[in-house]
């Protein structure tokens, strides 16, 4: 869903490419905040001074700075960007550390959670949200009632049994999105994420109003590599079929165009995952029917077990992703080529740093370079594949995808195989508690497909079309 947070992003990465292809970037970007927001126009908070700081620190980002690593708030984004030598040989290959950065001025700082009670309260005779609240937490003075917040355990009785809908439950929209509480205010009442805790999986990204939770960037980085005319491999995931107009053919066609040297599917990595997670899965039922085994391509669902769930690490295939197996393809055909992975997924950029993938674009990354380099996608030829991948590779972006394709490829194998499958769709605190129950063997599964994203890749945090 388009919002005033998503439209300026997307205007800010269409500004750094046309200014970095015009060779004005490091001269123009300290003027970025001032031209979007002028003196003489209406502030979107408190003054156009506090606007344009809020777009200092979105740039930075852009850059790929972590706003927490700032030591002098009088540096302007010009140094930063020179400090980067883009133009060096080898500039600007450093991965961030942490994909995510909190801007502490966009932050406004939400109430606590807290369940009230509204003006739409009539003080009725009936009084049923005095007689379900199970903690006596409820009382009417002067015709309205009145919660006491020490009391309240935030069950949601009260507002269920309200005939007025009078009580309302309020939130910090960041940590209730959170599954795994990574996302607090700190000492200063600014929301911090634990990066000790946090899965990368895009939540708090998406659900802040403020827009206070950012992404750190490679988009200069591979702007930059671009201009070096380094060896560039496009590898675009499969959640870009309903991302962009037109066929997946015509968007490779759109990347080679925008100065990528060479473009793929990440579906044809997909292929070899379905493969080798079937063969494992198989491996693991004949050594132990009664076990059970997780799918592997979701990055954040494999940082929530390593982080959060330790008990069910052994269940975890050990089957690389998609992107992991797309990069082995293009290093074969071309050992010196960078590697580009372009998806939805916040989480893939912990990945890629893990398993030297040089860059991650995301789909709103990808649409801004060819905004900003005025391609249209529907003009373009179809991308001259050599081969197009399985449809069930490329349906891997969506939930339920992985098991597809794995039931299709040991049904084929083995005749009569029957997959006692399950899955998970969309990371939450009350799915996290769903796994456990399967590993606890309360749930009985022997295949589980885990999704951090509801409806799959496809309705990822970066993604275009929500």
């Not at 932050?107 to 005095?130: E, L, Y």
């Not at 029917?289 to 269940?315: I, Q, R, Y």
């Not at 290093?331 to 997924?345: E, L, M, Q, Y």
């Not at 950029?349 to 905004?371: H, M, N, T």
């Amino acid at each position: 869903m388009l919002n005033g947070s998503t439209f300026i992003r997307r205007e800010l990465m269409i500004r750094i490419v046309r200014a970095f292809d015009s060779g004005s970037l490091e001269s123009e970007i300290d003027q970025i905040p001032v031209k979007l927001r002028p003196k003489n126009e209406r502030a979107s908070r408190c003054c156009v001074y506090h606007d344009r700081a809020i777009l200092k620190y979105r740039l930075m980002a852009l850059l790929g700075i972590s706003v927490e690593e700032e030591t002098d708030e009088t540096k302007p984004l010009s140094a930063y960007y020179a400090e980067k030598a883009w133009s060096s040989p080898d500039g600007g290959t450093a991965k961030p550390k942490t994909p995510l950065s909190v801007c502490g001025p966009a932050c406004s700082g939400c109430p606590d959670a807290q369940v009230v009670s509204t003006q739409n309260c009539r003080g009725c005779f009936a009084r049923p949200c005095m007689y379900n609240c199970p903690k006596k937490a409820i009382e009417v003075v002067d015709g309205h009632s009145v919660i006491d917040q020490k009391l309240c355990i935030k069950c949601g009785k009260c507002i269920a049994a309200c005939p007025y809908n009078a009580i309302v439950k309020t939130t910090v929209p960041c940590e209730e999105a959170c599954p795994v509480g990574a996302i607090k205010k700190n000492s200063f009442g600014v929301a911090e994420i634990d990066f000790e805790k946090c899965i990368f999986c895009g939540k708090c990204f998406n659900a802040c109003p403020f827009a206070a939770v950012m992404e750190r960037s490679q988009l200069v980085d591979v702007l930059a590599a671009m201009k070096r005319g380094e060896k560039l491999v496009a590898m675009i995931a499969p959640a870009a079929e309903k991302q962009f107009p037109g066929k997946i053919e015509q968007l490779l066609a759109a990347c080679a165009k925008a100065g990528f040297s060479d473009v793929m599917e990440v579906a044809l990595g997909a292929e070899m995952t379905t493969a080798h997670e079937t063969a494992e899965f198989i491996e693991r039922m004949e050594k132990d029917p009664k076990t059970f085994m997780t799918t592997s391509c979701c990055p954040a669902w494999v940082n929530l077990v390593w982080k959060h769930l330790p008990e069910l690490v052994d269940h975890v295939s050990l089957t690389p992703s998609p992107m992991v197996y797309a990069r082995e393809i293009a290093k074969a055909k071309d050992p010196n080529a960078k590697t580009v992975f372009i998806g939805p997924c916040v989480a893939k950029r912990s990945e890629a740093r893990r398993k030297d993938v040089d860059y991650v674009l995301s789909f709103e990354e990808l649409g801004a370079i060819l905004a900003g380099r005025k391609i249209d996608v529907i003009a373009c030829e179809p991308w001259p594949v050599e081969r197009p991948a399985n449809p069930t590779a490329r349906n891997y972006a969506k939930s339920c995808g992985v098991t597809d394709a794995v039931l299709a490829e040991a049904t084929a194998k083995i005749p009569g195989f029957k997959l006692d499958s399950k899955q998970i769709n969309g990371i939450d605190r009350k799915t996290c508690t769903m796994v456990k129950l399967h590993a606890s063997g309360k749930i009985p599964v022997n295949f589980l497909e885990v999704m951090a994203c509801p409806g799959g890749c496809q309705n990822g945090p970066c993604s275009l079309v929500k």
